[in-house]
């Protein structure tokens, strides 16, 4: 059975920084294709970053660019999502999906992930 758990979110003030974990079980993370997140109440989910089986290859949102960093830790089966500068706009529910292989273009579309996690709230403010 597949299961991606995130865990880091918090409350934390603007131009704070946070590390999103997220860890699998029932796959190995280094055979897919991650990518986070983030969803607010009423809006459509948004792709934060994504980062391609095996590492190679990284995208991130413009919004975040600069300021976010993904990478992967294999032994570990996990893959983070550092965050700096953190902004009050950057304040919602991030989740971490996978799929097998590589995808071909940006990689931020909800569509194209096969399994989910339950999300970590992260929230920014003074």
Known sequence: QVQL???GGG???PGGSLR???AASGITLDYYSVAWFRQTPGKEREGVSYINSFG???NYAESVKGRFT???DN???KVYLQMHSLK???TAKYYCAAVPGRIPGHGLG???YDYWGQGTQVTVSS
């Open 110 to 112: 909800a569509d194209e």
């Open 20 to 22: 999103l974990s997220c």
């Open 56 to 58: 190679g290859t990284t």
């Open 11 to 13: 409350l934390v003030q």
């Open 75 to 77: 032994a570990e089966n």
């Open 70 to 72: 993904v990478s992967r």
């Open 88 to 90: 009050p706009e950057d």
């Open 5 to 7: 758990v995130e865990s």
